[in-house]
Antibody, heavy 122, light 107 residues
Framework: EVQLVESGGVLVQPGGSLTLSCAAS????????MTWVRQVPGEGLEWVAN????????YYVDSVRGRFTISRDNAKNSLFLQMNSLRAEDTAVYYC???????????????WGQGTLVTVSS | DIQMTQSPSSLSASVGDRVTITCRAS??????LNWYQQRPGKAPKVLIY???TLESGVPSRFSGSGSGTDFTLTISSLQPEDFVTYYC?????????FGRGTKLEIK
């Protein structure tokens, strides 16, 4: 059974740092792109960052580029999101999601974690 | 970046109704459009990928259509469990942006 379990969400002060983790199981982690998606409570979904199977490519949404770093450890089946210079607007539930491909052209998220809440407040 | 405009933001309907949600991309995304359903307090679940392909296990009352910039999600006969929130998402170019969501409410 595929499982994604996020951890690390806490209350942090503006300007602070935090690292989120996502533990993957039930599939060959090193064969999939992985993504972080966030959601402000009561609002919509925002794609944050993704990382290639081997970690050689990483992409970010403009609002976090330069502050957040996505990484992975394929030996430990783990995905990470290091978050620096946190702002109030980074407050959200952060989900990790597995990106799958169909027909060699279509990409979508077929498995998601349960999410971890990050609150940025003084 | 590609902007996804989803409408309506909320929709009141009755069990058994047929409803359509629309999603418009700010530029052509071919057929790289996915639809997700999200229940309160839960992670999203994919319903449709590639604009019109039903993901395995998703009821056939859900269907999708469109290409280029205009897409639709149709639920042919609403069931009580369908009154939740739906999101479109483009996977054509990074960032793989989402629409703002459509909340289905019971009339």
């Amino acid at each position: 059974e595929v499982q994604l379990v996020e951890s690390g969400g806490v209350l942090v002060q503006p300007g602070g740092s935090l690292t989120l983790s996502c533990a993957a199981s039930g599939f060959t982690f090193s064969s999939y792109w992985m993504t972080w998606v966030r959601q402000v409570p009561g609002e919509g979904l925002e794609w944050v960052a993704n990382i290639k199977e081997d970690g050689s490519e990483k992409y970010y949404v403009d609002s976090v580029r330069g502050r957040f770093t996505i990484s992975r450890d394929n030996a430990k089946n783990s995905l990470f999101l290091q978050m620096n210079s946190l702002r109030a607007e980074d407050t959200a539930v952060y989900y990790c999601a597995r990106e799958t491909e169909r027909s060699g052209y279509f990409y979508f998220f077929d498995y998601w974690g349960q999410g971890t809440l990050v609150t940025v407040s003084s | 970046d590609i902007q996804m405009t989803q409408s309506p933001s909320s929709l009141s309907a009755s069990v058994g109704d047929r409803v359509t949600i629309t999603c418009r991309a700010s530029q052509s995304i071919s057929r790289n459009l996915n639809w997700y359903q999200q229940r309160p307090g839960k992670a999203p679940k994919v319903l449709i990928y590639g604009a019109s392909t039903l993901e395995s296990g998703v009821p056939s009352r859900f269907s999708g259509s469109g290409s280029g910039t205009d897409f639709t999600l149709t639920i042919s006969s609403l069931q009580p469990e369908d009154f939740v929130t739906y999101y479109c998402q483009q996977s054509y170019s990074i960032p793989h942006s989402f629409g703002r969501g459509t909340k289905l409410e019971i009339k």
